[in-house]
């Protein structure tokens, strides 16, 4: 089954203590991103990354970080978690962003709580 | 300007009415454009994509308007099973670089 993997789904957290969220991809996908999702301020991009080894900040990238060392796996790292970091994080991939067959397939969202 | 804007919300509605979302967009070289539903504590799903022309999927229509920069999802016959959030995504290629921008979202509750 195509899917976007997240991994831990829920997670409690103290601050300052290192953490990293999986995300796996089995579509071969070449574009990858993670997304924040706060109410009030909708979905908002933290990384995406065009294919292996290129990545790139979005519009909120402070305190995380990425990797793209293969093009399965994009797993973000916060290390050195803030409560301001609570949030539900979504993992999404797509074949290739361009014209209007881009679709962007999510992971089922991490829920994360800094204390 | 925000990138992309959406109606204010939520929208309450009854079974069998029919609704419409607005959103603008502020870059006018966006290219591409679509409708996702997120259901409550679930990922974001592709709804629909949206055509110049406009298109139909059963009962929603999307439709682009490039000269006032604004796309718009219509559902007719609201079914219970339609409540969810609408987001308004708007594709901007620059280069080697694609940028995908979500609307806040707009929540319809459809009561029986």
């Known amino acids: 089954e195509a899917q976007v993997t997240q991994n831990p789904r829920y997670l409690i957290t103290v601050t300052g203590k290192k953490l990293t969220v999986t995300c796996s991809q089995n579509?071969?996908?070449?574009?990858m991103s993670w997304y924040r999702q706060d109410p009030g301020l909708g979905l908002r991009q933290i990384y995406y990354?065009?294919?292996?080894?290129?990545?790139d900040k979005g519009d909120v990238p402070e305190g995380y970080k990425v990797s793209r060392k293969e093009k399965r796996n994009f797993p973000l790292i916060l290390e050195s978690p803030s409560p301001n970091q609570t949030s539900l994080y979504f993992c999404?991939?797509?074949?290739?962003?361009?014209?209007?067959?881009?679709?962007?397939?999510f992971g089922e969202g991490s829920r994360l709580t800094v204390l | 300007r925000k990138e992309v804007e959406q109606d204010p919300g939520p929208f309450n509605v009854p079974e069998g009415a029919t609704v419409a979302f607005n959103c603008t967009y502020s870059?006018?070289?966006?290219?591409?454009f679509f409708w996702y539903r997120q259901d409550c504590r679930k990922e974001p799903k592709l709804l629909m994509s949206?055509?110049?022309s406009g298109n139909e999927d059963g009962r929603f229509t999307a439709q682009l308007n490039r000269a006032s920069q604004y796309i718009s999802l219509l559902i007719r016959d609201s079914k219970l099973s339609d409540s969810a959030t609408y987001l308004c995504?708007?594709?901007?290629?620059?280069?080697?670089?694609?940028?995908?921008?979500f609307g806040k979202g707009i929540t319809l509750s459809v009561r029986p």
């Open positions: 999404a991939s797509s074949a290739r962003l361009a014209g209007n067959t881009g679709e962007l397939f």
């Open positions: 579509m071969n996908h070449e574009y």
């Open positions: 990354s065009m294919n292996v080894e290129v990545t």
């Open positions: 870059n006018s070289a966006s290219q591409s």
């Open positions: 949206v055509y110049s």
């Open positions: 995504v708007v594709l901007l290629i620059t280069g080697a670089n694609s940028k995908l921008t």
